[in-house]
């Protein structure tokens, strides 16, 4: 692969999930012995430089691809109050817009926990909205991330792809209420054990045919959804020492594991771009 991005900037933007796919690739670089010096140790992004390659592979986090904001403590408070700025873009002093391939992601932080219910979270122009469903909060996102990719991305020169929602596993409960996926060691075989098709995926897919900028969807949906025995469960890095299996992480993957597939996705779309002149 490396040699397929000799001289080219690769960036992934979004989740902690389309970091799963940025640490694979990573992984996969290191285990061929390919180094790389990481710039901006101390803040920014997460940018490694292949200097034999004259490459750059960049994580920048944005869970929401939107901007979080936050607003003055009112009442007399003194925590301020963030919202969701549904009509502007995550503002990062890294600028990535230039790069050679866009990878995208938006969706895990798109759940009524995440988003406060959607009770006074989302923002639009000065009004922040008393409440608003999550759904429809999520597509007014999704149009302002294709409106700035159809503005600021010169389809001549970059690839943009958007990475689908990737499927979780929680049993008895979602990851903050006893979930678990713990025990898990064989993938789902039987169709009728699927969940039905996110409808947050259906507006992704909507939106992306009216775009003016080619964006190639890499919908990883239903081949995540077998992986139930992929997570990293009780295994999780844990923040709390003392009790560090008490949330198990049924949504992320193991590495290597599932994220590997993404990252091999995205080789043979790229190899076979380039056969086809597509990317120049």
Same mark, same amino acid.
């Given at each position: ?44 992004p997460y940018s490694y430089n292949f200097k034999d390659y004259n490459c750059s592979i960049t994580y920048v986090g944005a869970p929401f691809l939107v901007q979080r904001w936050q ?6 408070? #003194? /925590? +301020?109050?963030?919202? &969701?700025?549904?009509?502007? *873009?995550? @503002? ?119 775009? #003016? /900028? +080619?964006?190639?969807? &890499?919908?990883?949906?239903? *081949?995540? @959804? ?55």
């Amino acid at each position: 692969m490396m040699e397929m991005l000799r001289g080219k900037r690769l960036v992934f933007v979004g989740d902690s999930l389309i970091r799963n796919m940025w640490q694979s690739l990573m992984c996969n670089l290191k285990m061929f012995k390919i180094s790389g010096r990481r710039l901006n140790k101390h803040k920014g992004p997460y940018s490694y430089n292949f200097k034999d390659y004259n490459c750059s592979i960049t994580y920048v986090g944005a869970p929401f691809l939107v901007q979080r904001w936050q607003l003055p403590a009112s009442g007399g408070g #003194k /925590t +301020p109050t963030e919202t &969701l700025r549904l009509d502007t *873009m995550e @503002d990062h002093d890294f600028k990535y817009y230039d790069a050679d391939f866009l990878i995208f992601n938006t969706g895990h932080w798109w759940n009524h926990n995440k988003a406060k219910n959607g009770e006074n979270f989302f923002q639009e122009g000065d009004v922040v909205h008393g409440k608003m469903d999550v759904g429809k909060a999520y597509t007014h996102a999704l149009n302002t991330w294709a409106k700035w990719v159809d503005k600021k991305v010169n389809p001549n020169k970059t690839q943009v792809f958007f990475l689908g929602f990737s499927a979780i596993h929680f049993k008895g409960g979602q990851w903050n209420s006893g979930g678990s996926c713990h025990g898990e060691t064989k993938p789902i075989i039987d169709d009728k054990f699927l969940k039905p098709y996110p409808l947050m995926m259906r507006s992704l897919e909507s939106i992306i045919s009216t775009m #003016k /900028t +080619p964006v190639v969807y &890499l919908n990883i949906t239903k *081949m995540t @959804d077998y992986r139930k025995d992929a997570h990293p469960s009780i295994y999780r890095k844990s923040k709390t020492k003392s009790q560090p299996n008490k949330v198990q992480d049924c949504s992320h993957w193991c590495l290597p594991g599932v994220p590997d597939s993404w990252n091999q996705i995205l080789y043979s779309l790229i190899f076979s771009s380039r056969k086809s002149n597509i990317i120049h």
